[in-house]
């Protein structure tokens, strides 16, 4: 299988208070096309940095991210935001909505933004919207929804560019057990059906092993 995201000796490091704290300390990594890999590590062990990181939302220290076989972390911000556009959909423990949208709203954020047409995106709309069970709910706002209802729109909506990775930060780390099961089956279709890379963090044991790997971050390292 294709190699979609390789990761060089990463370190991250962060001030605080003055105080230099290294957070991660030489990460190695490589995920291939095709792969559902979960993280796990102790609270405040780097899961979420890592991720930031891969997704670049944040700089590495030192070390370099390559994603689809380009120089991702020494792009600018104008280069990596359009690999992110096109290659990466992310999905955070609190959904991140915005309130005063309709649930196709939502999901279409990301493309209205950058100056795309509704028109063009219909049938990638409708496809997600059945596929994450809400095509009743579709002009529906986020507080007249579940948790779990919630998180699929935000799954949706990380999905309307059709990406190959798919970033996720405990994507149930805020549901009941029962809607929690339920994301991590629609993830699983995802990734089987779409072919899309899932990365998520998650404490979840049961969860984790949704993942066809598992990856255990301690002391700044994969362990
Ligand atoms: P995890 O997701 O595994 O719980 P994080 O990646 O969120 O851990 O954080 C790892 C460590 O880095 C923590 O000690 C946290 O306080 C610190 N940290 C994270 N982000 C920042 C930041 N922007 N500035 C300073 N310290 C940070
Ligand atoms: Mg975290």
Redesign the pocket.
């Known amino acids: 299988m294709e190699t979609i995201i390789k990761v060089n000796n990463l370190h991250k490091s ?3 208070n003055h105080i230099p ?1 290294d ?1 991660l300390k030489g990460i190695d990594l490589e995920i291939k096309a095709g792969e559902f890999v979960s993280i796990m ?10 991720l ?1 990181l891969i997704g670049g939302l ?1 700089t590495p220290s030192e070390g370099n991210i390559y994603i689809n076989d380009q120089h991702f972390n020494i792009m600018n911000d104008r280069e990596q935001s359009k690999i992110r556009q096109h290659s990466i959909g992310f999905v955070f423990q609190f959904y991140n909505l915005v309130q005063h949208l309709t649930v196709e709203e939502n999901i279409l954020l990301p493309v209205l933004l950058n100056g795309g047409k509704k028109k063009q995106y219909i049938t990638q709309l409708e496809m997600l919207l059945e596929k994450v069970g809400l095509t009743d709910k579709r002009n529906s706002y986020p507080r007249e929804l579940s948790g779990g209802q919630q998180q699929r729109v935000s799954i949706a909506r990380a999905l309307i560019n059709s990406p190959k990775i798919i970033l996720a ?1 405990e994507p149930i780390g805020n549901l009941d057990s029962k809607s929690g099961t339920e994301i991590m089956e629609l993830f699983r279709d995802i990734n089987q059906t779409l072919n899309t890379i899932i990365i998520q ?1 998650t404490h979840n044991e049961k969860s984790a092993e949704y993942g066809n790997r598992i990856l255990h ?1 301690q002391d700044g390292k994969i362990a």
């Open positions: 962060y001030n605080s704290t957070v590590g102790p609270s405040g062990s780097g899961k979420s940095t890592l930031y944040e930060d963090v971050v």
